[in-house]
């Protein structure tokens, strides 16, 4: 029975075109997108399928045009485990490692596969801090991983281990050593020694790469998802768990060797392609050579000069990458609220204020000796205006919630790139534009609203303070582009909810959630970033910031005027003075390029965020923001609304008509 291939990844941080081979992989080998998306992301090695090799081949070709560099290849059991030295001795033809059982002699220009490793398996716990750390204030589109100085501070500070593999010119393990902080003899290092283990490690490493001819070091385990190759979580130095992470170890260690040996399928074809092109080279300049046994003798070195160019052009162009990184580009911080000048005249205001008037009147009309409120009361029943009252509240209600049901149902959905000006819905994905943090859960999110609840003995829940993000736009995108939400003064639906209970004197965040007898509660309401969202609001065009053209003008005057080497060039008849015609020609020269300068900005083609903003429209219209897959459960709810306030007005209605005419 023939064993069963692996398709082996190198993962890649940022792969470009990811969405087109995510779809592809789907669409032609019914792959899911979602699990091949966490795996071909991150800075590790990881199993991408297995099975046949003639169907993964297949999976093969599409990675080669992605430039994933991959592997095909069907592993062997380790043969043995790397020897644990005790202790070692530098000659002048390399080091001699002492170990239990038997001396290994690493002999100088020997290539050497180094593997370095936690096993305490703290290394994923820290990679995946740095994910959320830099997703959280540097967004989803900036995401960065831990860097190599990280792992290798990470493994050091934990509990490292380092495992040898001296490989022969086939790249074959000749023979293996374990290296254990503290578990050998460090005065064989020398003049390198020190009093600290994890520093003798550390010079282990520095004195193997100097002696080897070819040296490489792997610290992808705990990073990588590799079958036998997962790290467990060391608990209190369990012995079960330690054997089990060592024989991770020595799993990676061989695989590593086996990729080693293979290569990799994007290289293997950057060094053929260069083998062609150093032989039609050759032949360019030597004619002769065509068909000759000297050309078959020389095409071994031309294959091996093709590999060491390669590996000198790769070698670069990582240095490179690395110098000319850009900076960590975080998300600005969230603008402070701002205070709303309250409109005097819209409904809700006016609205409430002759409520709270009708609510004064009635508590002073209660309040008197000789009150007539019974009175009024006991006639208001009997000709049914109390409940015809009652009747017109709920029609108001239901004929509101029946125009939000409308004027959701009659506005069409329009795509990002093509929303026109005026009432607009759209869907998409809510995307951050500021580093907004929920406040009681710390979760990255595009907006949040927190109600914080108080109550004084058994009494019933009371509301002390609401705090949202609604001063905080954030971004919808679609599959066409992105727009700016002011969500300021929308009626937001979030599907995500937290709750938790505190006292007034608890510090600890334990009681946040489960002091459920505490004097205190919140609830906070969170739409995540990458949620899918109904925006039913107005679309107008964003206001310029920055200077206007005639003050960018009179600016730019006033800095002529400051700057006396300037004037000169404007003084034609060199008098050391500017008259009334040359101040005219400098201005009109001024204010030309000035134009000139911001005509070109314009020149560029400006982002749709740039551009547009939805926000709350004027008069009556509704702003709505909801979490939701489809407009038709938003609709749905607002006629479950809309049907018992009907009904209760008409029942209403029939109970004041019967007591006008009863």
């Not at 078959?296 to 070698?315: D, K, S």
């Not at 006292?503 to 899918?532: C, F, H, M, P, Q």
């Not at 134009?595 to 429209?617: A, F, T």
Request: charged share 25%; with cysteine; hydrophobic share 40%.
């Amino acid at each position: 029975m023939s064993q069963e291939t692996l398709l082996i990844v190198k993962q890649q941080s940022q792969p470009e075109g990811l969405d087109a081979l995510l779809s592809r992989l789907a669409e032609e080998h019914g792959m899911d997108a979602y699990a091949c998306r966490q795996r071909l992301m991150g800075q590790g090695f990881a199993l991408l399928g297995r099975g046949a090799r003639d169907t993964l081949e297949r999976v093969s070709s599409l990675l080669k045009e992605a430039q994933f560099h991959h592997w095909l290849t069907t592993p062997t059991r380790p043969q043995f485990a790397p020897a644990q030295i005790r202790s070692l001795e530098q000659t002048v033809d390399g080091i001699v490692f002492t170990c239990q059982k038997k001396r290994v002699t690493f002999e100088k220009g020997t290539a050497v596969l180094a593997v370095l490793a936690d096993l305490s398996g703290r290394l994923a716990d820290r990679s995946a801090k740095q994910l959320i750390s830099s997703y959280t204030y540097q967004g989803r589109d900036h995401i960065t991983h831990l860097s190599e100085e990280k792992i290798y501070r990470t493994i050091m500070e934990n509990k490292p281990v380092l495992d040898l593999y001296f490989l022969d010119d086939r790249k074959t393990i000749v023979e293996a050593v374990r290296v254990v902080p503290g578990k050998f003899d460090h005065k064989g290092l020398g003049e390198r020694a020190t009093l600290s283990s994890r520093r003798n490690l550390h010079e282990m490493i520095g004195l193997c790469r100097e002696y080897a001819g070819d040296f490489q070091l792997e610290t992808g385990l705990g990073l990588s998802t590799l079958p036998g190759c997962a790290l467990d979580k060391l608990v209190d130095d369990n012995s079960d768990i330690l054997r089990k992470n060592l024989k991770a170890l020595t799993r990676y260690g061989w695989l590593m060797v086996e990729l080693k040996q293979q290569g990799g399928i994007s290289l293997q074809q950057e060094v053929t392609s260069l083998t062609g092109s150093l032989t039609a080279a050759l032949l360019a300049q030597n004619p002769a050579l065509a068909g000759s046994e000297d050309l078959a003798e020389a095409m071994p070195v031309v294959g091996e000069l093709a590999a060491e160019i390669n590996r000198a052009t790769q070698a670069a162009a990582s240095e490179t990458a690395t110098s000319t990184r850009p900076p960590t580009r975080s998300l600005p911080a969230p603008p402070e609220p701002v205070r709303v000048r309250r409109n005097w005249l819209s409904p809700k205001v006016w609205l409430g204020s002759v409520g709270g008037l009708l609510t004064a009147v009635v508590l002073i009309l209660l309040g008197t000796t000789d009150s007539i409120l019974p009175a009024m009361m006991h006639y208001g029943f009997e000709v049914g205006a109390f409940p015809a009252l009652l009747a017109a509240l709920m029609f108001c209600g239901g004929f509101h919630y029946l125009h939000l049901k409308r004027q959701v149902e009659n506005t069409p959905t329009s795509k990002v790139r093509s929303v026109a000006m005026g009432m607009v819905e759209v869907k998409g994905k809510a995307i951050r534009q500021y580093a907004l943090i929920s406040p009681k859960t710390n979760i990255a999110c595009a907006w949040y609203r927190l109600t914080n609840y108080r109550r004084e003995g058994n009494k019933n829940w009371v509301i002390s303070s609401v705090k949202s993000s609604e001063t905080v736009p954030f971004l919808l995108e679609d599959e066409t582009g992105r727009i700016v939400v002011d969500p300021a003064g929308a009626t937001v639906r979030a599907g995500n909810k937290k709750e938790g209970f505190s006292s007034r004197n608890s510090i600890s965040l334990a009681a946040d959630y489960s002091d459920r007898n505490g004097s205190e509660k919140w609830v906070e309401e969170i739409i995540y970033e990458g949620t899918n969202l109904y925006v039913l609001g107005f679309a107008s065009v964003k206001k310029e910031q920055g200077q206007s053209l005639n003050e960018k003008k009179r600016e730019a005057l006033r800095d002529l005027k400051r700057d006396s080497a300037a004037m000169k060039r404007f003084d034609t008849d060199e008098d050391g003075q500017i008259s009334e015609s040359e101040w005219e020609e400098a201005r009109a020269s001024v204010e030309d390029q000035v134009l000139k300068q911001s005509l070109g900005k314009n020149d560029r083609r400006r982002r749709q965020e740039e551009q547009i903003v939805i926000v709350n429209p004027t008069g009556r219209r509704p702003f709505i923001i909801a979490e939701t897959h489809c407009e038709t459960h938003l609709t749905r709810s607002f006629g479950y609304y809309a049907v018992p306030l009907f009904v209760g007005a008409t029942v209403c209605t029939a109970w004041a008509i019967s007591l006008l005419f009863g």
